[in-house]
């Protein structure tokens, strides 16, 4: 258990609503993730953080925007969600193992935009 | 050519046979190679990390990384049925980690 935690674990909403999700971390790590999980697609990284008010773009970032205002949590803003962003968002941080490149992953949240 | 690339299977494997994955990436640059196991409706949990060529061994598995040849593999020997889950490979590119898609793997009682 990396102590990550995601809330809300899951939310069916209507299309062109706002929706935020929430990673939380405990263990003070410097690098957080949110990544999309989709049939046929694998897992795609979406926004990252390498610090408190640090962040940068993944391969599938349109659509989507990411705030960080403490180490712990990481939040994951859809301003007008849409029916293609349905999906199992992971959040994952860096942390250490054998080196500080191994990723541990939260539970997931399942969104459902309708 | 994607980054990450595997076989989606499902591979099928006898109980207790080696199971044999495999995954190519394109990014020669690339330092940190990683398995993840992945349950149906879990989340991935890291099961080995690779970051030189040559095989490294933990209990029943064994990653196999060649550099040269863009290439790295998972072997599971003696499956067993909770074995059973989808494979992720991952390659690490600066400050992320890309993963492939994945490969079903399904042992057979």
């Known amino acids: 258990d990396a102590g990550i935690t995601q809330s809300p674990r899951h939310k069916v909403t209507e299309t062109g609503t706002p929706v935020t999700l929430r990673c939380h971390q405990t263990e003070n790590h410097r690098y957080m993730y949110w990544y999309r999980q989709d049939p046929g697609h694998g897992l795609r990284l979406i926004h990252y953080?390498?610090?408190?008010?640090?962040?940068d773009k993944g391969e599938v970032s349109d659509g989507y925007s990411v705030s960080r205002s403490k180490t712990e949590d990481f939040l994951l803003t859809l301003e007008s969600a849409t029916s293609s962003q349905t999906s199992v968002y992971f959040c994952?941080?860096?942390?250490?193992?054998?080196?500080?490149?191994?990723?541990?992953f939260g539970p997931g949240t399942r969104l459902t935009v309708l | 050519q994607k980054e990450v690339e595997q076989n989606s299977g499902p591979l099928s494997v006898p109980e207790g046979a080696i199971a044999s994955l495999n995954c190519t990436y394109s990014d020669r640059g690339s330092q940190s190679f990683f398995w993840y196991r992945q349950y149906s409706g879990k989340s991935p949990e890291l099961i080995m990390s690779i970051y030189s060529n040559g095989d490294k061994e933990d209990g029943r598995f064994t990653a196999q990384l060649n550099k040269a040849s863009q290439y790295v593999s998972l072997l599971i020997r003696d499956s067993q049925p909770s074995d059973s889950a989808t494979y992720l490979c991952a390659v690490n590119r600066d400050d992320k980690i890309i993963f492939g898609k994945g490969t079903r793997l399904h042992i057979l009682p």
């Open positions: 994952a941080i860096k942390g250490l193992a054998e080196t500080t490149d191994t990723q541990y």
């Open positions: 953080s390498y610090g408190v008010k640090d962040t």
